[in-house]
């Protein structure tokens, strides 16, 4: 398939050895660019703010997978790593009135007033991991590994039911999820495993209903089943426990890095000067946690950013290049919390736009206080720059973040 890819195409690194470097170059190439993604497959690079702006909401852009004419005439090898995200039955890649009778399933647990009564066990978790954490002082310890990973999926586990009993498996199951472009067999049969335990979560509360969302969902799946399938009861608990993780992780270790290589303005957080909320939204714009979101497909033919789009033709959105755009935000890649964007699209847009913002703004708000209170002489451990990115094209971050707790 290699052969059939255009050469000016730009050949997106999946390894993500310079990220920022990679979006520059994306960005000054155009608002929409032919990029090669791992696999490889071809695709749409949608680069630059405004016109990514535009991609998200445009009606002729869809995220259902029968309109990828690449995936039909089968040239989208079926190893993909990425086929799990575009092949999911969520609501992810639906449109329409489809697209809305599975969000509104979720959406309340989701909204502002639902989240903001999470608070308390999402500090109550972030108490805990900073309690264990003083174990390691002075360090080195892996802030990714220790803290940013287990917040959010304990609060995520909670939210889906899942026991406190099986955190261990998850943990090297999600490990792999976040290398999917290291070994694809490898990625895929861990995939299959996360299946079978969420498989395990929907039966155990099956048998024993708790105050939790799959226990919700299986009584809309089992007393009026029209509404929810089977397969999308399983894809709907892994979709949230997916799309609510790794997400997460990165915001937070995005947050902390950049924190500790800007001492001037983390000490106007910890004054309180600043709101903590100002390092998140700065965090999400500068350094996007997520990279590269696939698929849209152009239903016809698509006028975006003076290129035409071939019907049947697959989009991607880069976030992480969008954040960074010159033309959008003044000084783009100097992070700069004192000064936060009025507005971003790391969330996404539209109709499609993260169902979990609230929850993700919260946590990591949480999680940055927290750990900045406790730990007031937290510092790197090594220079920021050498640190290794993770090697996927879904995200951006990395793969550990070595501080030093002080004693
Ligand atoms: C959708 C980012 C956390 C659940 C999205 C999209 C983005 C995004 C960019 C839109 C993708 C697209 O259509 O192009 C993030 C970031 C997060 C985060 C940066 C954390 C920092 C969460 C959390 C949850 C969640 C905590 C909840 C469990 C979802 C779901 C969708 C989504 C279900 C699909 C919505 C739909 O298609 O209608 N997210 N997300 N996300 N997010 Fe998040």
């Not at 050895?17 to 990029?35: S, Y």
């Not at 360090?139 to 609060?155: E, I, K």
């Not at 001037?264 to 998140?280: D, F, H, I, K, N």
Request: proline fraction near 7%.
């Amino acid at each position: 398939a290699a052969a059939r890819l255009r050469p000016d195409r730009i050949v997106i690194d999946g390894r993500m050895r310079d990220v920022h470097e990679q979006n520059e170059r994306l960005r000054r190439a155009g608002p929409v660019v032919p990029v090669e993604l791992p696999g490889p497959v071809r695709a749409w690079a949608v680069t630059r703010n405004d016109a990514l702006q535009a991609a998200l909401v445009h009606p002729d852009l869809s995220k259902e997978l029968r309109h990828w004419a690449d995936w039909a005439d089968g040239r989208v090898p079926r190893d993909w790593p990425l086929s799990n995200i575009v092949t999911a039955q969520s609501m992810i890649t639906k449109e329409g009135a489809e697209h809305r009778r599975l969000r509104a399933l979720v959406n309340k647990a989701f909204t502002a007033r639902h989240v903001d009564r999470l608070r308390p066990r999402i500090a109550h978790h972030a108490a805990a991991l900073l309690d264990a954490l003083a174990g390691h002082a002075p360090g080195p310890v892996d802030l990714r590994l220790h803290y940013a990973y287990p917040l959010p999926r304990n609060v995520i586990c909670e939210l889906v039911g899942m026991p406190e009993t099986w955190h261990a498996d998850l943990h090297k199951l999600t490990d792999s999820l976040i290398r999917v472009t290291d070994d694809a067999d490898y990625a895929a049969s861990r995939m299959g495993t996360l299946r079978e335990l969420f498989a395990e979560v929907i039966d155990l509360r099956r048998r024993e209903p708790g105050d939790d969302l799959t226990s919700a969902l299986i009584a809309v799946r089992d007393e009026e089943g029209r509404r929810l399938t089977e397969r999308e009861l399983h894809d709907m608990v892994m979709t949230l426990f997916i799309a609510g993780h790794e997400t997460t992780i990165n915001l937070i270790t995005n947050a902390a890095r950049a924190l500790l290589a800007h001492p001037g303005e983390l000490a106007r957080l910890r004054s309180g000067t600043l709101p903590w909320s100002a390092a998140v939204e700065e965090t999400l714009r500068w350094d996007s946690p997520v990279a590269y979101f696939p698929m849209r497909y152009a239903v016809r033919d698509v006028d975006l950013g003076g290129v035409r789009i071939g019907a049947g033709d697959a989009v991607v959105a880069c976030y992480a290049a969008a954040g960074r755009d010159g033309r959008r935000y003044a000084d783009a890649d100097r992070f700069r919390p004192s000064d936060p964007p009025a507005d971003h699209l790391s969330f996404g847009h539209g109709e499609h736009f993260c169902l979990g913002a609230a929850l993700a703004r919260t946590e990591a708000e949480i999680a940055l206080e927290s750990l900045f209170t406790a730990f007031p002489d937290l510092a790197p451990a090594g220079p920021s720059e050498g640190l290794e990115p993770l090697a996927t094209p879904l995200s951006n971050s990395v793969r550990t973040l070595p501080v030093m707790l002080g004693s």
